[in-house]
């Protein structure tokens, strides 16, 4: 039976999404925090995947960042090609339609491959931790007056989902019976990224005649959790179930949705899991000729950029092989992970570069 905390979501072939009213955890007394993590971490172990509401950040910031992000990817093509995004390293600035595919495929040339045949039907804008040195943010600023509107905003936005990153993360650690603020020394620097997409427009003649035309294609995330606002009008998002099948996982109004990633799957020794998913055209009645734009959000988490990371104490036998319950990956430095996970998802970069 599902926790208190929890309504369910999704369920549908075994994926079982829950809905957690996260208030519990940010304002409740201890007995509901403990619920709350539980349930939380609960989501993480079974499916990968949670929604949550009354997380503590307003409708109508949400509403005023996709305004922002909406007016963004309006601009002429030459004013979003001046902050072009350059390397995984850096990670900022705008990425045309054609540069990325998402995939489950790690050789590097057969990305490239992937990449000419068909690409991801997106474009997206990278913003990043501010002050790092050498990896400057993209900000339109000085274009003029909603460019700097638009920067002020997601500033403000990127440090507000921080926030709801380290709470997450405090969730998580009590509902795996650590210390609240295990992972705090993990995650304060915030070497995260803000990711703002714009799915335009597509005939669906594109989707029934394109070898594996998709929105994204399908895959997991790198890092420890995102976080996923979606536009709330169209769909697409679907997630992997037990049985092998994708299930949407629709836009519910007043929720986010939160997924672990593949480091979190690393971390934990793969107590959490880290499942696949991706964005197809959205459910369309059968007269639909043109699929409408879609815009999301996604905040992806990453552990600290200069954190080495194994596996988490309890979640392993000391001294066993990884078939007896030892670990079952050798450490990785965070920053590293990240950069040869990015390296093998664009095109025209440098493959497996690190500089962290």
Known sequence: MAPAAAETAVSKD??????????????????????????MFDAFKNA???????????????????????????????EKDQLAWTTPQANRGYAA????????????DKVDALIAQSPDLKET?????EGVAGHPNQWPDKMDEKGVDFTNTMKGFFLTCKDLYINVMRSIALGMGLDEHYFDEYSDAGDNNLRLLHYPPQHRSVFESGKNAVRTGRHTDYGS???LFQDGKNGGLQVRSPQGTFIDA?????????????????WSNETIKSTEHQVVEPPHSEDVEVY???YSIAYFCNPNFDKFIEAIPGTYVEGKSAEEGGKKYPGINSG???VQRLAATFKGVPRYQTTY
Do not use: C, Q, W
């Open 250 to 266: 629709p836009p519910i109004p007043g929720t986010i949705v939160i997924n672990s990633g593949d480091l979190m799957a690393r």
């Open 48 to 78: 990968g995947f949670v929604y949550i509401k009354n997380y503590g950040i307003s409708s109508e910031t949400v509403a005023n960042v996709f305004g922002n992000s909406a007016n963004f990817f309006g601009r002429p093509n030459e």
């Open 292 to 294: 409408p734009a879609r």
């Open 336 to 338: 590293d992970y990240l």
């Open 225 to 227: 959790i995102t976080l």
């Open 125 to 129: 804008f990278e913003i990043g931790r």
């Open 97 to 108: 339609p054609g540069r990325e595919k998402t995939t489950m495929v790690e050789d590097a």
């Open 14 to 39: 075994g994926l079982s999404l829950p809905l957690i009213d996260f208030s519990g955890f940010l304002h409740g007394n201890e007995k509901e925090k403990m619920e709350v993590a539980k349930a």
